[in-house]
């Protein structure tokens, strides 16, 4: 019988994304990419995060979601920074 999913499971070191969310734990990530639209999560940049972090949760190195989560916000932070906007305008309005 295979083990369960590790959620619980810190990451090296947190990971802050400007006024969007401090993800410290497996779960973190894990929340932030079920946050993500379906048409972006399809992009082969976020099939390798959630990929990579399966394998994490399945007992792999949690540094490899680390690098490859901070490589990949690197490039989308504009779309994190805008996409978080839009949610507090709603949320205000």
């Known amino acids: 019988m295979p083990n369960r999913p590790a959620w619980s499971r810190p990451l090296p070191r947190p990971i802050t994304i400007p006024r969007v969310m401090t993800l410290k734990t497996l779960a973190d990530v894990r929340k932030l990419i079920s946050h993500i639209p379906k048409e972006r999560r399809a992009l082969p940049s976020w099939q ?3 990929t990579t972090l399966e394998a994490c949760a399945a007992g792999g190195n949690t540094l490899n979601i680390s690098v ?3 490589e990949l916000i690197k490039i989308e932070l504009p779309a994190f920074a ?4 839009r949610r507090v ?5």
């Open 82 to 85: 805008a996409f978080h906007q």
């Open 68 to 70: 490859a989560l901070i």
């Open 48 to 50: 390798h995060v959630e």
């Open 89 to 93: 305008q709603m949320t205000c309005a």
